[in-house]
């Protein structure tokens, strides 16, 4: 069975991404690096909470950034969700936008993703908020998924 990926709404931006600071121009390339080979190794999933977000943006690629998840299977948003973010939020863990990081979080873990992929450095792939997390999922009875950047996972599955 292969490992099932949450993919969240930086990674189809920063696919399309038309930026040319070096930092910019290395996400894109690891992005789609990862992106091309994906499908051969991961389960990609996603959710309606990221085709919003890609709505909501105003940037040069949109409409391509949602075509690029427009055929993963889009997880359900159910109601424990809802609560699962209240939890986050009260305890300090993500922002207080509830359908931001928190949501994204609670649906990789709800849903026991393997990984969540994601850009986003400061409230989800961050090494210094991983122990929270897992205490807090672990309380909740969450599968805890392991975030981490495209970077990360380039050639992780075939290499030997």
């Not at 931006?13 to 991961?42: C, G, H, I, L």
């Not at 949602?66 to 609560?83: D, G, M």
């Not at 850009?119 to 989800?124: G, Q, T």
């Amino acid at each position: 069975m292969k490992p099932k990926v949450y993919i969240e709404t930086s990674i189809p931006s920063f696919y399309y991404e038309v930026r040319t600071e070096p930092d910019m121009v290395a996400r894109r390339q690891w992005t789609r690096e990862w992106w091309n080979n994906a499908k051969e190794n991961y389960e990609l999933v996603t959710s309606i909470a990221v085709l919003d977000e890609l709505n909501r943006g105003n940037f040069p690629s949109k409409r391509e950034a949602i075509e690029l998840i427009s055929n993963l299977l889009f997880v359900p948003i159910e109601s424990a969700i809802t609560q699962i973010v209240e939890v986050y939020i009260q305890q300090h863990l993500m922002p207080s936008d509830p359908l931001g990081d928190a949501l994204h979080l609670a649906l990789a873990s709800y849903h026991k993703c393997d990984f969540l992929l994601t850009w986003n450095c400061r409230h989800l792939a961050n090494a210094n908020k991983f122990g929270h997390i897992r205490r807090l999922n672990v309380m909740l009875g969450l599968y805890v998924p392991t975030l981490v950047t495209p970077l990360e996972l380039i050639g992780s599955q075939n290499d030997e």
